[in-house]
């Protein structure tokens, strides 16, 4: 029994020894963890946050006063990316602090590109994040970061 406990503290403080460090990267509505070694950029308030070799990056939008009704929510969502896909395909659910939450994921193939995206809107208030990476680096590690840094994602207000 005591191997059993010392083997699983083993992996456990293992796992918490090789995991990423990040730091927080910090906007006035919101926030999420920057892995170590990423860089982040802020032009005209739209966030990219990416790893230094540009294999993708996750690129966070703010928007207030917007003028978008819940019902047109998942078309806009679709232009984006001038997608073909039904809207049944973009998932929705109640978010913390009042938010909707739009969920897609979005293969693009001309340019051989993952998108993945969250929408949360809350009256003219819209947070939209979107992870892309290129398809041969959508794997492994690479994979694991984005989605990491991607739910790390919190709206404070």
């Known amino acids: 029994m005591m191997k059993k406990i010392l083997l699983v503290s083993a992996f456990l403080s293992a796992g918490l020894f090789l995991a990423q ?7 006035p509505g919101y926030s999420i963890n920057v892995p ?12 990219n946050i990416f790893p230094t070799n540009e294999v993708g990056a996750i690129t966070i939008s ?5 003028e978008l009704p819940k019902t047109e929510m998942k078309k806009f969502i679709l232009a984006l990316y ?3 896909d039904p809207e049944s395909k973009i998932k ?3 978010g913390k602090k009042g938010y909707t939450e739009y969920f897609y994921e979005y293969f693009d193939e001309k340019e051989k590109l993952f998108w993945i995206t969250r929408a949360f809107q ?7 994040v979107a992870i892309n990476c290129g398809q041969k680096f959508w794997n492994g590690n690479y994979m694991s970061l984005f989605n990491e840094t991607f ?5 404070k207000k």
Request: aromatic share 12%; net charge negative; charged share 35%.
């Open 21 to 27: 460090k990040a730091k927080v990267y910090e906007s």
């Open 36 to 47: 170590e070694g990423w860089k982040s950029t802020n032009d005209s308030d739209i966030v």
């Open 62 to 66: 703010e928007y207030h006063g917007l």
């Open 82 to 84: 001038q997608s073909a």
């Open 92 to 94: 929705e659910s109640k």
């Open 122 to 128: 809350k009256d003219k208030d819209l947070y939209l």
């Open 151 to 155: 739910n790390s994602f919190k709206i």
